[in-house]
């Protein structure tokens, strides 16, 4: 069976541009998570969707939005892009939402370098 | 506030044991999770422990939890060079209308043959 998938692998962007990234779920899984990972630190939780509705965000700013689809896939958008967007971007899938099933898995993620 | 701390070097020799600790905050955690990261890679989930147990063993995986002094460890029996990679802690937020997993900064294993 597959994973996460994401793509593309890697990106290159110049400052101001904006960025779409790609996530799709392990199947059956009906929740998307997102993540930024600067270099050196952990995971920085973005945002969670579940059932295609918006169950969470993290301390972004309004540049960073996403959606889910109705076949529970992901897009991560980045508008304006700073250098300081420039980081890997993880997608995350989970069964459920709460209690059990709510298990993590990662996919290879984006490599976002902003220029 | 939420805050996960870990340590962040650790060397080992191979066939050694290896244990990795973890502290975190948020005393209403449901799951504390492992996670490892390899060079370029993204997060492969080893193994979590529910709050409500002190001990899990999976395989080579040994976790344990002191709710007490809210304090997770992992520890790997006979470490291979496999192992070495990026270790990193997680608890889960499971408040409001969300569920999302705090991270901490990561322990960098290192195995010498």
């Known amino acids: 069976d597959a994973g996460v998938t994401q793509s593309p692998t890697h990106l290159i962007k110049t400052r101001g541009q904006h960025v779409t990234l790609r996530c799709s779920p392990i199947s059956g899984h009906k929740s998307v998570s997102w993540y930024q990972q600067v270099l050196g630190q952990g995971p920085q939780f973005i945002f969670q969707y579940y059932e295609k509705e918006e169950r969470g965000r993290g301390n972004f700013p309004d540049r960073f939005s996403a959606r889910q689809f109705p076949n529970y896939s992901s897009e991560l958008n980045v508008n304006a892009l700073l250098l300081g967007d420039s980081a890997l971007y993880l997608c995350a899938s989970s069964l459920g939402f709460a209690g059990g099933g709510t298990e993590q898995f990662f996919g290879p993620g984006t490599r976002l370098t902003v220029l | 506030g939420e805050d996960v701390e870990q340590s962040l070097f650790l060397s080992v020799r191979e066939g050694d044991s290896s244990v990795i600790n973890c502290t975190y905050t948020?005393?209403?955690?449901?799951?504390l999770y492992w996670y490892k990261q390899e060079p370029g890679a993204g997060l492969q989930l080893l193994t979590y422990i529910f709050s409500n147990m002190d001990m899990k063993q999976d395989q080579r995986l040994t976790v344990l939890l002191n709710k007490k002094d809210k304090h997770l460890s992992l520890r790997i029996a006979d470490t291979q060079t496999g192992d070495s990679a990026i270790y990193f802690c997680?608890?889960?937020?499971?408040?409001?209308?969300?569920?999302?997993?705090?991270f901490g900064t990561g322990t960098l294993l290192a195995v010498q043959p």
């Open positions: 997680a608890e889960g937020d499971y408040g409001g209308a969300t569920n999302k997993l705090i």
């Open positions: 948020d005393s209403s955690s449901t799951y």
